[in-house]
């Protein structure tokens, strides 16, 4: 990778995390808003990349996309009734559809609203359940660090494959030096970040949630993989410049945000 490419992918990447980190420090709104969003643009590119995006399914497009946002409010209970609704209508629109794919059709529909939409709600009721948004912050600092600590590791020393059939670049060198460099990290939250991340300080719950996170975080991204795969895609999309699309992005996040909320759910009862 040439020197601009780098620094592209660099600032992409700072932007993305500032934005990601401002919405979070803003309040519980704002972490909802930024989950509809990153939902929305997430089924414009899951959508285009399983089935072509023409004027006839734009209807389809608009109902799924309104899926996911109530998924997203759905911490207000109101919108979760409303995506009731939309899963009708997704079901009724379907019988005025004249293609004889009903089922591929709305199995698109069901798995891309499923795929996106529920853990982003989780990602959201995490910021709202425990205490407060930067609940959620931990979550991503320890993706990133995980993302980070494996691809250091695995670029450097990385020689046996973790999935070679789905991920060939990925090793368990690399899962496992990302998995180290999370604990270590989690420690360090432990200590001195706890109060801020509305978390007691307790090392065992830490290094919990650092195995949910790096462990979940990478059946998501391997996740990701395998549809693209089976796509025959590189990314699935091209919205942030050296990075891919969203849902490239987001990928880690759609198994271990609802992983997150069991563990903590789980944690806060026993």
């Known amino acids: ?11 992409s990447g700072v932007i993305y995390c500032g ?26 590119e899951f959508s285009r990349i399983s089935s072509d995006i023409t004027p006839r399914r734009i209807p389809t497009l608009l109902l799924d996309i309104a899926g996911v946002i109530c998924l997203c409010f759905g911490v207000y209970i109101f919108p979760l009734l409303l995506w009731i609704a939309v899963i009708v209508a997704r079901m009724i629109e379907e019988l005025y559809i004249n293609d004889n794919r009903p089922i591929e059709n709305l199995a698109h529909s069901f798995m891309g609203q499923i795929y996106i939409g529920v853990p982003l709600a989780c990602a959201v009721a995490i910021s709202y359940l425990f205490s ?9 600092f320890l993706l990133w660090i995980n993302d980070t600590g494996a691809f250091l590791v695995g670029s450097s020393i990385g020689k046996h494959r973790l ?13 496992l030096g990302g998995f180290i460099i999370s604990l270590c990290a989690a420690a360090i939250f432990s200590y001195f970040c706890s109060g801020f991340f509305g978390f007691e300080k307790n090392l065992p719950f830490w290094l919990g949630l650092a195995g949910v996170v ?51 759910i789980l944690w806060s009862v026993y």
């Open 214 to 264: 790096t462990i979940f975080g990478t059946w998501g991204d391997l996740v990701e993989s395998l549809i693209k795969r089976s796509l025959h895609i590189k990314d699935s999309g091209n919205i942030i410049p050296g990075h891919g699309g969203i849902l490239d992005r987001i990928d880690s996040l759609l198994l271990a945000a609802p992983a997150v909320l069991i563990y903590l």
């Open 163 to 175: 999935f070679e059939r789905i991920s060939p670049k990925k090793s368990w060198e690399g899962f």
């Open 1 to 11: 990778m040439d020197l601009k490419k780098l620094s592209l992918r660099t600032l």
């Open 132 to 140: 407060r948004p930067e609940a959620l912050l931990s979550v991503f």
């Open 19 to 44: 934005i990601i980190i401002g919405c979070i420090l803003f309040g519980h709104e704002a972490v909802a808003i930024m989950a509809s969003v990153f939902a929305t643009l997430s089924v414009i």
